[in-house]
């Protein structure tokens, strides 16, 4: 499996932002953009250094159909939540790596009830799949008050019914600009604010999200025919077509 520090939702490409990463003690980052952007970028993305970059796409509305479409290009899919069904859809759809902030636009609420925007059978659907449930701090740092008060209790119960579940719970900068980026160490240290136990406060930054890099890993290795199933020793019968990025699962 893959091991180290990873930011799997960097905004930006600038070759400065992925120097500094690397400065900051990433092993890796994700460049997350949209989707027409991402599919601009692919096959020009490169890194400074040892760092591992990788491409992912934003995606939302269709989520399957726009997943598989990023899967022509892109590294790692991730799914901009938020509304109830792109959340769903998104929980249910193997294609899919990170399922990010699905506490936005919660505006209106119940009363003693918090609108999270994610469940339990979401949650279930997600372990399955390997999907990681995705904070991005800078939509913490961009609230104040009492959003930002909303905003933790929501991700607290959803980090809660993640874990409960087995479901990887990955930090992100979320940067835009070199500015915007945190070291692993930084991240971490605001674990417990997100309602992460102590003792699991660095693997949201490392061992979960080498998960989602692993799961990315195996998709584009031919030797692993299903999940959990490889193939040690082809001998001499390697498969005459290309491994399709879905479906294999």
Not at 63 to 84: M, P
Not at 99 to 111: K, S, W
């Amino acid at each position: 499996m893959a091991s180290g520090y990873y930011d799997l939702c960097l905004k930006t490409s600038e070759p400065a932002a992925l120097a500094r990463a690397a400065e900051l003690g990433w092993n890796g980052v994700c460049v997350a953009h949209e989707l027409q952007e991402a599919r601009k970028l692919g096959g020009r993305l490169k890194a400074p250094g040892n760092i591992e970059c990788y491409l992912g796409a934003l995606v939302s509305g269709d989520v399957e159909k726009n997943a598989r479409k990023a899967l022509e290009f892109a590294d790692i899919v991730l799914v901009e939540g938020g509304l109830d069904e792109v959340n769903r859809a998104a929980s249910e759809c193997w294609e899919v790596d990170v399922l990010l902030h699905p506490e936005r636009g919660r505006e209106r609420d119940f009363m003693d009830y918090r609108n999270s925007g994610f469940d339990q059978v979401m949650a279930s659907f997600m372990a399955e799949r390997g999907i990681a449930l995705g904070i991005d701090f800078s939509t913490l740092l961009s609230s104040q008050g009492r959003s930002l008060q909303q905003t933790l209790g929501r991700i607290r119960q959803n980090v809660k019914v993640a874990l409960k579940h087995k479901v990887p719970v990955v930090l992100a900068s979320g940067a835009g600009d070199p500015l915007g980026l945190r070291s692993p160490l930084d991240l971490s240290h605001v674990s417990g604010m997100l309602g992460v136990p102590e003792h699991l406060a660095r693997k949201i930054v490392s061992a979960y999200p080498s998960l989602v890099v692993a799961k990315m890993r195996d998709r584009k290795n031919p030797d692993v025919i299903l999940k959990g199933l490889g193939v040690v020793d082809w001998g001499g019968q390697k498969p005459s077509q290309p491994k399709r990025a879905y479906g294999w699962y």
